[in-house]
């Protein structure tokens, strides 16, 4: 996974016409350090899109732009759009994780 280190990059990787995923999170975060036991394999599972990371801490205003009101969280953009977000509460098992890509992606 790809961290995102600016708001250009954010941008420039969000206009992307493939799908792109991108998981916030913060280093003191309890469940993003969950997440990360289990989300290398659903990257795997899910390779034909490109998997992103932003740090919310580091990279200031995207969290709240995109709404995200709670970590991890996941979205999913396409063309500079969010085209779906999954929230930090459903989140928290590989299960969560698997049925939001399989509804939003197939």
Same mark, same amino acid.
């Given at each position: 996974m790809e961290?995102?280190? #600016?708001k250009d990059q954010f941008e420039q990787?969000?206009?992307?016409e493939t799908p792109v995923i991108i998981k916030f999170f913060a280093d003191w975060c309890p469940d993003c350090k969950r997440m990360d036991m289990f989300i290398g394999e659903i990257t795997e599972s899910y390779s034909a899109y490109p998997w992103y990371e932003v740090n919310s801490d580091e990279?200031?205003?995207l969290a709240q732009r995109y709404d995200v009101m709670g970590i991890p969280s996941l979205l999913i953009f396409k063309n500079g759009e969010k085209i779906a977000h999954r929230h930090s509460a459903y989140t928290k #098992?590989?299960?969560d994780?698997?049925?939001f890509l399989e509804e939003e992606l197939g």
């Open positions: 961290k995102i280190e #600016t990787i969000i206009q992307s990279v200031e205003g #098992t590989p299960d994780v698997l049925a």
